[in-house]
């Protein structure tokens, strides 16, 4: 399950940075810097409201483990629409759609590791997981970034989308354990899932 932040974390740092310069190319003038800010206050907005979502959203499935798939594919088709439709307001769209599934995820994510390790070894294996994530976006990100030289900011979309799908697998795989923190509901693992929710800012995205 952690190594699947190795796309995910790669791909999504990369996605947010990208949005500014790749919306200004199809905003069609290099010096609407308050493009930028846009971007920066959609994207937070849309975390904030992704976070509250978060519980409601895992009520609608029986286990963790479906909500993180239709998020991660969810997120992934987003990001190849990101690069397909290549309009100004079409890609602002999609950009919210993207940070609201980015933040509803992450909780559940976190809550489902915490319900499946020991106390003892909890920050041990969490810390592992961070570093995974950020190994992540020291491999694809310069991927991503000689992308966008060779196809456009389009074409990295595309390829990182394809990337994030990569996270699928380990989903699947983890799911097939069957743990008790697969299918928790109302106990404390909810609970830290609530607490998660509100601990996204929108600097997880940097």
Known sequence: MAFGAVAVGGVGI????????YLLELY??????GIAGLVAAI???????GGIAAPRIR????????ALLMATAASAVTLALIGVFQTFWAVLALIVVWALLFAAEMPIRQAYLNGMIPSQQRATILSFDSMLGSSGGVVVQPV???????WGYAGSYVLGAGISALALPFVVLSRRQNT??????GGPEQREERAASDEVPAADLR
Request: net charge neutral.
């Open 144 to 150: 991503l970034g000689r992308s966008a030289d060779v």
């Open 43 to 49: 994207v937070a907005a849309a975390q904030i409201a």
């Open 14 to 21: 990369y996605a947010f940075y990208a949005l500014q310069p």
């Open 28 to 33: 069609g003038d290099p010096e609407a810097y």
């Open 59 to 66: 009520r609608l499935f029986h286990r963790r483990t479906s």
């Open 180 to 185: 008790p923190a697969d299918v928790a509901i």
